[in-house]
Structure formats: structure tokens, C-alpha cells
């Protein structure tokens, strides 16, 4: 018996590797995801912050060192300034009760 709707198929069916819009894999993709989950909350910050910059590590790499520094500083602070707005909101969040 085979249930017709998309994403349930029989058991022990195999699942082929497709090619995603992006050019990649599946398989591909699950290993970007894997490798941003492994990321710290600021390396994911920094990604972020790239991303919208336009720049990728690799790009990062053959910049000259003035522009690199730069850079550098923008993500540093920006990194601040989201850690210092995160510290604000739970300010009274928690309470530390003990018996």
C-alpha cells in the first residue's frame, strides 16, 4: 500500500540526491546546515554581517590588511552592540530562587 502524497513514500524506499536551486546537494546542504549549527552565536553574527556586506571569509582572506582591519572593527562592534541590546532585554527575566 502507498500513500500519494508528497514526502511519504514506502518503507525502505531510497532517496535519491537531488540538485537544489543553488547548484548543491542535498547532502551538500546538510552539511552547511551541520556546519552552522556548529557555530558559535558570534561566528553566526559575523556570517550575518557578511552576508550583508557582501563578503564571504574567502573574500575576507585576499583583502588588503588596512581594509581587513576595518572590517574587523565593524563586525567587533556591531557584535557589541547585539550582545550589549541582548543583556538589556532579559535584564529582571530570570529570577535565582533558592529554599
Same mark, same amino acid.
Given at each position: 500500500m502507498s500513500i500519494g502524497l508528497n514526502? *511519504?513514500?514506502?518503507p525502505g524506499a531510497s532517496y535519491p540526491v537531488r540538485a537544489t536551486s543553488s547548484g548543491s546537494t542535498e547532502a551538500s546542504a546538510k552539511d552547511d546546515f551541520l556546519k552552522y549549527a556548529k557555530m558559535t552565536p558570534a561566528e553566526k553574527i559575523r556570517e550575518q554581517i557578511l552576508k550583508k556586506m557582501g563578503l564571504t571569509e574567502e573574500a575576507l582572506a585576499g583583502m588588503p590588511q588596512k581594509e581587513l582591519e576595518k572590517i574587523n572593527d565593524a563586525i567587533?562592534?556591531? *557584535?557589541?552592540?547585539?550582545?550589549?541590546q541582548g543583556r538589556e532585554k532579559i535584564v529582571g527575566a530570570f529570577a535565582d530562587i533558592k529554599a
Amino acid at each position: 500500500m502507498s500513500i500519494g502524497l508528497n514526502g *511519504i513514500s514506502a518503507p525502505g524506499a531510497s532517496y535519491p540526491v537531488r540538485a537544489t536551486s543553488s547548484g548543491s546537494t542535498e547532502a551538500s546542504a546538510k552539511d552547511d546546515f551541520l556546519k552552522y549549527a556548529k557555530m558559535t552565536p558570534a561566528e553566526k553574527i559575523r556570517e550575518q554581517i557578511l552576508k550583508k556586506m557582501g563578503l564571504t571569509e574567502e573574500a575576507l582572506a585576499g583583502m588588503p590588511q588596512k581594509e581587513l582591519e576595518k572590517i574587523n572593527d565593524a563586525i567587533k562592534e556591531k *557584535i557589541e552592540e547585539l550582545v550589549k541590546q541582548g543583556r538589556e532585554k532579559i535584564v529582571g527575566a530570570f529570577a535565582d530562587i533558592k529554599a
